[in-house]
């Protein structure tokens, strides 16, 4: 069996994942057994924790969610009457090729079809949005640690990263459901209204 290679954002995330919890799990024994009780060694553990929380949340809910079927013509993904003025704004055009891709190959469009590439791009969409709670939530630890200047801006900081590809998932899609429409005007066939993918859908994962 043929193993898929890791893209560069995929290994700098496992890979800094390792690092923050080896770090976490020192600062956190030093601090708290009293060993060191140094506020820096504390914030340092506070700061390997949330790069772990965050990447790590995102990894996992990016695992279970893409098992769950997908409609990429269902109401929450279709495309809004404000949203052509937004992109125009925010020059989507200009830059939404440059972003991240934690799976290239499923974006591949000479090895993938449009049904394919359409749910990927709406399972991509979803595991964004729940990024966003997931940000959200780490807001919480504030009653733990205090200091909520700090989770608050990083938790902003990671809801905007999550925001461009959102943003750049709900540009590009209409696109693919265009081209598929035209072809199933051609052959006089329907997409189903409820998408489990086949394996190469069901093995879909991407950014952050």
């Known amino acids: 069996m043929k193993r898929t290679k890791l893209s560069g954002p995929a290994l700098f995330m496992y890979g800094t994942m390792i690092v923050t919890a080896l770090t976490t799990a020192v600062c956190f024994f030093l601090y708290y057994s009293k060993a060191a009780g140094n506020d820096v060694i504390l914030w340092v553990g506070i700061t390997s924790f949330m790069i772990l929380y965050h990447f790590g949340l995102r990894i996992l809910f990016g695992e279970i ?9 269902g109401g929450f993904y279709r495309k809004r009457i404000f949203e052509d003025r937004l992109y125009k704004f925010l020059m989507v055009r200009k830059w939404k090729d440059k972003v991240l891709t934690f799976d290239p190959a499923s974006y591949d469009f000479k090895s993938r079809t449009p049904r394919q590439l359409a749910v990927t791009m709406a399972k991509s969409e979803r595991d964004h949005w729940i990024n966003e709670i997931i940000s959200i939530a780490s807001l919480a630890f504030i009653l733990l640690w205090g200091c909520w200047p ?9 809801m905007l990263f999550d925001g461009q590809f959102i943003v750049v998932q709900r540009y590009n899609r209409p696109i693919i459901m265009r081209l598929i429409e035209r ?4 052959d006089g066939t329907k997409m ?3 998408i489990s993918g086949d394996k190469n859908e069901r093995n879909d994962k991407t950014v952050v």
């Not at 969610?65 to 013509?73: L, M, Q, S």
């Not at 072809?183 to 051609?186: L, S």
């Open 192 to 194: 189903p209204s409820e």
């Open 150 to 158: 700090a989770f608050v801006i990083t938790a902003a900081l990671a």
């Open 183 to 186: 072809i199933q005007k051609k």
């Open 65 to 73: 969610a893409k098992r769950i079927p997908i409609d990429p013509n």
